[in-house]
């Protein structure tokens, strides 16, 4: 009765039939963007021994790339090369990533490549990019709010922010400079401004009005001096 001797695979073919299977997941969970190219450099004009995904037109059987060429001829295959750019020869710009295959002398066999589609993406973000875009030097900002509270609230917060300091404030002329940038930003036009800033501050309502008067009376003495 004859036995068959058991197929002897080289640790080459091991690797390469890991990749394959590696190849497919990487492939489809990022399809139809996505192709994933295994070569063998025994043959470097017919390298492409694996292809999942096809972006770039290519087949198994094409040659290596310009790269690919490049490395393997001066034996630059120590690193592998990772999220950098790519074209097609019709100017289609890609990413990708070349990780080399070596053996335990160190010397590269073959390489496994993964290339992302991007042109898709790119043109997103450029409109994205123009969608986001504001005029250069504004000091413009504005809280879109129609609770009056929460509008006195972020005027306040903005005050405190330019006087670069921390609720709550204690010292009297801090306080008096408050409340001389918030009648400046236009909160005492609002009739509840009072009871509102007088609550946030933890002063009474007269208090505010005392602070507010001392406020606009060195505004107009500054204005007069000005002059």
């Known amino acids: 009765m004859s036995t068959r001797e058991p197929i002897r695979i080289t640790d080459r073919e091991a690797t390469f039939a890991l990749l394959k299977q590696i190849s497919v997941g990487i492939a489809r969970l990022f399809t139809p963007h996505c192709e994933v190219v295994i070569h063998d450099f025994s043959d470097l004009e017919r390298s492409i021994i694996h292809m999942e995904g096809n972006i770039s037109g290519r087949k198994v059987g094409g040659g290596a790339t310009d790269l690919l060429l490049t490395h393997a001829r001066n034996g630059d295959t120590v690193r592998d090369f990772h999220n950098y750019q790519t074209s097609l020869p ?51 900002n504005e809280t879109l709010s129609d609770d009056i509270q929460q509008t006195i609230h972020s005027i306040m917060r903005e005050a405190v922010n330019e006087m670069g300091a921390e609720l709550p404030i204690m010292s009297k002329d801090d306080k008096i400079d408050l409340v001389a940038r918030l009648d400046e930003k236009g909160a ?40």
């Open 90 to 140: 019709n100017g289609k710009n890609m990413k990708s990533c070349t990780m080399f295959l070596r053996d335990e002398s160190g010397a590269a066999y073959g390489a496994f490549c993964v290339n992302l589609d991007i042109s898709a993406f790119a043109g997103i973000h450029r409109i994205l990019g123009d969608f986001l875009a504001l005029d250069a030097g504004s000091e413009v």
């Open 188 to 227: 005492f036009q609002v009739k509840r401004a009072v009871p509102l800033i007088a609550g946030e501050l933890g002063l009474s309502r007269s208090t505010i009005y005392n602070y507010l008067a001392e406020a606009r009376e060195k505004t107009d003495a500054a204005a007069q001096n000005g002059a």
